[in-house]
């Protein structure tokens, strides 16, 4: 799919569906404790979202045809699964995980996209710093995705922030979004000051970092969804959608 520019109509719908979406995701964050199951944060989510008058949008998403439809709502990947992990029963949280949980919404027809990893008690020193440091890379992607820059320079802030302290995937991007799941551009977390397509007002990002403490590889895994990092070391994932303005961008799933 193109990139489109969304029309103000449809960037109110955005702005509403972000709100929802962040209050779902703070209410959800709070619920991510030790005993909890996978599948029961995904019937939980289910449930919120429905009831703000929204849609699931992973729901049923086939990525390709090759691929069986996303069963749940939510994806919740513990530790080393990087993304798309599928919720159930035996997942069960724990002390010491670290757990990123990605929403997708439909609200009145737009899109909207936002992920958080959330640490769950005492988590080792150098796994919450891959947190905080995941979550400040997000910050300093967004911050350049201003109107006259590019995707390159998005990708360049996160991986020159990153500065090889972490495993930085790059099998796996950020994307366009609003109007479907997944839109043009894609938006690497690598890339070159100045490279890519240029960013101009009306255009919906969703900006996702994802490091790793080891080696940058993945494995995909044959249900078509779960990514785990290659040495089985923890990974980290932080998403949200914004809104390319006139000047300082917009942070749409954001409360
Ligand atoms: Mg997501
Ligand atoms: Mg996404």
Known sequence: MAVTIKTPEQIDILREAGRIHARILNELELLVQPGI????????????????????????YRPDRHTPAYPA????????????????????????????????LKYQGMFTDSA???????????????VYDTREALARGIAVARPGNT?????????????????NVRELAGHGVGLA???????????????????KPGMVLAI???????????????????????????????????LITDGEPEILTES
């Open 37 to 60: 199951s996978a599948r029961e944060l995904d019937r939980i989510a289910e449930e919120k979202v429905r009831g703000a008058g929204a849609e699931p949008s992973f729901l049923g």
């Open 73 to 104: 709502t939510l994806c919740v990947s513990i530790n080393e699964v990087v993304v798309h992990g599928i919720p159930t029963d035996d997942m069960i949280i724990q002390n010491g995980d670290i757990v990123s949980i990605d929403l997708g």
């Open 116 to 130: 958080r990893t959330i640490i769950v008690g005492n988590v080792s020193r150098e796994t919450s710093q891959l």
């Open 151 to 167: 995707v390159g320079d998005i990708g360049y802030a996160v991986e020159s922030f990153n500065n090889g302290r972490y495993g």
């Open 181 to 199: 799941v997944h839109e043009d551009p894609y938006v690497p977390n690598y890339g070159k000051p100045g490279k890519g397509i240029e960013l």
């Open 208 to 242: 996702e970092p994802m490091f790793n403490l080891g080696t940058s590889d993945v494995i995909f895994h044959d249900d078509g969804y779960t990514v785990t990092t290659a040495d089985n070391q923890a990974s980290a994932h932080v998403e949200h959608t914004i």
